[in-house]
């Protein structure tokens, strides 16, 4: 059995393929003050912190963190500490030790950008709502959601321990995914933002290696790149968007 905490936009991908192929999948609420689990069950935590704590007996535990734990640091692999910069990255870090406190058989996946079908860049640029500074120089490295279902899948049953970082093979400047996005759908590239008075115009600058994690699980990529990924994202939309057209 798996139980998933925070059965989310990937969550539901993992309860997915779990599904598929016969596994009991148990979504449990979020309201519980503690969560006793049956023998032997395997856990997925996606919740934002603090959780763990609450879950009590499980056999194995796979907890969704976050690259941003990494804080300023430009090159990350799976031997880059921790250095958070503020609370909500600390608090993840907090959240990391007590998944370790909570369960030894413990695996902590540290995704970059997760993106896919309805979210990421190619959707923020549709609704407007795409933000980027000065040059749009900074890397920002991804996931596409469909990868980390299968990292996380995998990482369920194995028993490997210890923390990783998550990414595809294809960090990409701000600029660059953005100019991408816009020639595939056919919009113009929106100007970089202006900040508005005090307004904190910080934003990731990390290129992420999470060629580690797919070692150890024997995972390969279906989307190493952006450039794959958001075209194979972007032609679901395009399908439906085309099916509710008159005639």
Request: proline residues 8%; glycine residues 8%.
């Amino acid at each position: 059995m798996t139980v998933i905490f925070g059965c989310g936009y990937t969550g539901k991908r993992v309860a997915a393929r779990l599904e598929a192929y016969g596994e009991e999948v148990r979504i449990a609420p979020r309201d519980l003050d503690r969560h006793v689990l049956p023998p032997g069950a395997r856990v997925l935590h996606s919740i934002p912190v603090p959780y763990a704590k609450r879950i009590i007996g499980a056999e194995r535990l796979v907890y969704f963190s976050t690259t941003g734990v990494y804080g300023d640091q430009t090159e990350v692999n799976e031997t880059t500490p921790v250095a958070p910069r503020n609370a909500r990255e600390q608090a993840r870090v907090d959240e990391e030790r007590d998944v370790a406190a909570a369960c030894a058989n413990h695996l902590i996946l540290r995704p970059a950008a997760i993106y896919g079908p309805g979210r990421g860049v190619h959707v923020s640029l549709l609704e407007g709502r795409h933000r980027y500074w000065g040059d749009g120089s900074n890397y920002i490295s991804r996931i596409h959601v469909d990868d980390l279902a299968a990292i996380a899948e995998a990482a369920l049953f194995s028993d490997l321990n210890g923390a990783y970082p998550v990414a595809d093979d294809e960090p990409a400047r701000a600029i660059d995914i953005t100019r991408f996005c816009a020639g595939l759908l056919n919009i113009p590239v929106p100007p970089p933002q202006t900040a508005l008075p005090g307004e904190d115009t910080r934003r990731a600058n990390r290129r992420v290696d999470g060629r580690a994690i797919r070692r150890a699980l024997g995972i390969e990529l279906a989307f190493p790149s952006y450039r794959v990924g958001i075209p194979a994202a972007v032609a679901p939309s395009r399908t439906a968007t085309a099916s509710m057209e008159p005639g």
